[in-house]
């Protein structure tokens, strides 16, 4: 919400914000510069030509929505307000169920700086100019929000089952990105080592990336550091270039990959690829590090067993020396439920796991009885429970490298760690 705000923002309108909780969050930072005002109570009255969108995470029934259909005024849905705005430039489409966001910056990143370009990206960064020629746009599958779009050019990181509150199977959300990947005007860029995304019928040309030799696009001789990855690109079986991304774990090599082959096929010459992947500076959120003495805090928005496990893997490749610890919140009740025995397995490469208990927005705990993060805990021998009030069991981890993971607000916990361990550098 906060990124399509700033969009609205910048392509003229006046906009203005809503929020039930006044606590600042990460995804604020565009709505500050820009000076969007946000209200959390009932004072704001709207001119009657407002249009009014709204996060799924409110209810039909939530106040402030029932205020703004009693004022008369238009409400319109968030995914059929950015699919209007697709329609307005070439859009490269940015899907998958992990790495959207990360590839989506990656892109932004290389194109703002050559051929320019509009962009929105899901941890709150949004920039538009009414004279830009391509719009690159972070393209969630929830609750099938993206087939209100109108893509150019897709990319498609990979396919695996998420949202079972909103798909029945796997090939429910096979079939559906199968609809959106063909809604592409010119290509599809897909990772070709995903097996679900080989199931797609592609109606328009594909090009696959990937390791495997079977792509047309191919990475190779991967050399990972604490400076990030170093590999090879070979394109149609022909040399291409090395490139260096400061980005740590396989999956990232992957996300670099797709960024490669499209700016590939818009033209923009290898040399300042290389150039503007040196500079390249990851999401907010995504393994975003912090040192404070001997410990490393590591910030991730991971949510689903597979990316918890992938960014776990590429702690641990950074930091060999150092303990593994993972404090975990879940989501929602579904995403746990259907999960609970994967989360377990992917947290169990942490040589230590702390859980909170659910927090979710959009789900009520009535509605899922019996789920909660014990769920979780039952495969998990090194886990055990942390909240606010015992957060101070993190100081048992003197020289660690600690891990906090959600799609939900956890800036709370690790502000209070921090001053735990900057009091403890004191005395």
């Known amino acids: 919400m906060a990124t399509l705000a700033c969009l609205l923002h910048d392509l003229g309108h006046e906009v203005s914000g809503y929020d039930d909780i006044q ?41 402030e929505i029932l205020r703004m259909k009693q004022l008369g005024l238009s409400i319109m849905a968030y995914n059929e307000i950015i699919g209007s705005l697709t329609e307005q430039f070439e859009t490269i489409s940015v899907c998958g169920t992990h790495g959207k966001t990360t590839t989506s910056s990656l892109i932004s990143h290389v194109m703002h700086a050559t051929l320019g370009c509009n962009y929105f990206i899901g941890d709150g960064t949004g920039h538009a100019e009414k004279n830009q020629r391509y719009f690159v746009i972070e393209s969630d599958e929830f609750n099938r929000h993206f087939l209100a779009y109108h893509p150019t050019y897709t990319i498609l990181t990979n396919i695996e089952l998420e949202h079972t509150e909103c798909y029945k199977d796997i090939d429910d959300i096979v079939e559906t990105f199968q609809t959106f990947v063909n809604r592409s005007q010119k290509k599809v860029i897909a990772c070709g080592d995903n097996e679900n995304v080989r199931k797609i019928h592609f109606e328009k040309e594909v090009i696959f990336y990937g390791f495997d030799e079977k792509n047309d696009v191919v990475a190779k001789e991967v050399l990972s550091s604490k400076e990030g990855n170093q590999f090879d690109v070979f394109i149609h079986g022909d040399f291409f270039g090395t490139f260096h991304v400061p980005l740590f774990g396989k999956h990232m090599v992957l996300n670099a990959l797709a960024c490669i082959t499209l700016c590939h096929q818009l033209g923009i010459s290898k040399e300042k690829i290389e150039e503007l992947f040196s500079t390249f500076h990851n999401a907010k959120r995504r393994f975003a590090e912090e040192v404070i003495g001997n410990v490393v805090l590591i910030d991730d928005y991971a949510h689903h067993p597979t990316e918890i496990r992938v960014t776990l893997e590429a702690a641990r490749e950074k930091y060999p020396d150092k303990e593994l610890v993972v404090l975990f919140k879940p989501n929602t009740y579904s995403r746990t439920a259907a999960f609970a025995k994967e989360f377990s397995e992917a947290l169990r490469v942490a040589d230590k796991a702390y859980l909170t208990e659910i927090e979710c927005n959009r789900e009520k705990a009535s509605d899922y009885p019996g789920v909660s993060s014990q769920l979780i805990l039952n495969g998990l021998p090194q886990g055990e429970m942390i909240s606010m009030e015992t957060i101070d069991k993190l100081l048992k981890h003197p020289n660690a490298v600690i891990c906090f993971m959600s799609c939900a607000s956890i800036a709370h916990l690790k502000e209070k760690l921090i001053q735990l361990l900057e009091k403890e550098k004191v005395s």
């Open 23 to 63: 606590d600042w969050k990460f995804t604020q930072e565009g709505l500050d510069a820009r000076n969007i005002p946000i209200y959390s109570d009932d004072s704001f009255v709207p001119s009657k030509d407002t249009i009014v969108t709204c996060s799924k995470a409110f209810q039909e029934d939530h106040k």
